[in-house]
Every structure is written in structure tokens, then in C-alpha cells.
Antibody, heavy 116, light 111 residues
Framework: QVQLVQSGAEVKKPGASVKVSCKAS????????MHWVRQAPGQGLEWMGR????????NYTQKFQGRVTMTRDTSISTGYMELSRLRSDDTAVYYCARGRQNFDYWGQGTLVTVSS | QSALTQPRSVSGSPGQSVTISCTGTSSDVGDYDYVSWYQQYPGKAPKLMIYDVSKRPSGVPDRFSGSKSGNTASLTISGLQAEDEADYYCCSYAGTYTPVTFGGGTKLTVL
């Protein structure tokens, strides 16, 4: 069965970076885009960007351009999302999700807390 | 790219039908038949309920249906059940470079 398993919760100080992983199983990793979506406490879903695991090509929403980097390691079917220069308003649950024009499988979410 | 517009909340009694609207623009909802809807319970990951405007993934009850007219998509839930109480988000494909935009979410309360 398809599964996306994310890394555990993180606590970071303002200005630091965080790298979240998402390990895929149960399907051909290179056959589907991997997206990253975040949700701040009590807020809605916010799309951050996507990576094509086959080519490594990425698209980032303008809001995160220059601060976010999405990569993948096809040898272990894992995608990564790194966010730098963290601020308090980056505190959120970060999800990976599989798909192209829609997201049929989601990771369990990773809580990233940014606090001094 | 602006978020799609959804009502903040809707409500209905068990057995009734409710419709949640999702208004975008001619660059997203109006231009592509790639609207999807997600159900989210507190503390849980979203779940795909409708994709490609009106298609249901396997396992989603046929009480859930989707449609689109112009720049507005809609999710209709018929025969409301207590378990339908959740947040619902619409999402639209919006082109190659910024391909995804979400709605702000709608809280459904089953009275």
C-alpha cells in the first residue's frame, strides 16, 4: 500500500534551517510529483512547491522562493524539504503529498516549531 | 496568486444536503478541470474526496459530489452524517509555474 512517512517534530530557533524528509513506499517513487504543503496553527493549507522525483525539477511558490529547497534521493525513495532563515510565523505542520493536479496520498505531517 | 474563496463555515442537520462553494478566477478554476476537494479532521492529514471536478476516489461515499460552473466549483454533501463534520478545502491547478492554489477552508458543522 502507498505510504508517505515523514520525519519527526523539530524545534528550531529563528534564523536557523530545518530539513524535513518524506519516505515513500508502495509505488514507483519517480512516477509521481512530490508536493509540500504547510498548515500554520488554526490556519488553512498552503502549497509551498513540488519536485519531480524523476528529473529533480522543482517549482516553488513565490512566497518561499529563495528560502525553500526541495530535493530527492531516488535510491531510498525519499524527498526532502529544507526551509532556511526560519521565522516564528514558519511554525506549522508540514506535509508531503503525492500527486500531479491533485494529492491522493499524504504524509502524517511534521510539526516545526520556531521559537527563541 | 490568490487563494480560492470559500465560505468560512456551513452547517446542516443530519440527513440534509449542504453545498460548499469555491470561487477562483479564469486562470485557475475557470481554466482547468482539475479542481479537487479535501476533508480534514483536527490533527489529521487531509484526505482526497473529489478530484478532476467531479470524480470520487475509491472508498469515498457517493454522498459526496463535485461540480463546476465558470470560475466557481462546488462540493455537495447529501444525507449529512455526524462524521462529515470536518474542515473542507478546495484546490485548483493553476498552470505550469505555480500549479497549485488552495481555498481558505470551510468548517462544516453537523447540527
Amino acid at each position: 500500500q502507498v505510504q508517505l512517512v515523514q520525519s519527526g517534530a523539530e524545534v528550531k530557533k529563528p534564523g536557523a534551517s530545518v530539513k524535513v524528509s518524506c519516505k515513500a513506499s508502495g509505488y514507483i517513487f519517480t512516477g509521481y510529483y512530490m508536493h509540500w504543503v504547510r498548515q500554520a496553527p488554526g490556519q488553512g493549507l498552503e502549497w509551498m512547491g513540488r519536485i519531480n522525483p524523476n528529473s529533480g525539477g522543482t517549482n516553488y511558490t513565490q512566497k518561499f522562493q529563495g528560502r525553500v529547497t526541495m530535493t530527492r534521493d531516488t535510491s531510498i525513495s525519499t524527498g526532502y524539504m529544507e526551509l532556511s532563515r526560519l521565522r516564528s510565523d514558519d511554525t506549522a505542520v508540514y506535509y508531503c503529498a503525492r500527486g500531479r493536479q491533485n494529492f491522493d496520498y499524504w504524509g502524517q505531517g511534521t510539526l516545526v516549531t520556531v521559537s527563541s | 496568486q490568490s487563494a480560492l474563496t470559500q465560505p468560512r463555515s456551513v452547517s446542516g442537520s443530519p440527513g440534509q444536503s449542504v453545498t460548499i462553494s469555491c470561487t477562483g478566477t479564469s486562470s485557475d478554476v475557470g481554466d482547468y478541470d482539475y479542481v479537487s476537494w479535501y476533508q480534514q479532521y483536527p490533527g489529521k492529514a487531509p484526505k482526497l474526496m473529489i478530484y478532476d471536478v467531479s470524480k470520487r476516489p475509491s472508498g469515498v461515499p457517493d454522498r459526496f459530489s463535485g461540480s463546476k460552473s465558470g470560475n466557481t466549483a462546488s462540493l455537495t454533501i447529501s444525507g449529512l452524517q455526524a462524521e462529515d463534520e470536518a474542515d473542507y478545502y478546495c484546490c485548483s491547478y493553476a498552470g505550469t509555474y505555480t500549479p497549485v492554489t488552495f481555498g481558505g477552508g470551510t468548517k462544516l458543522t453537523v447540527l
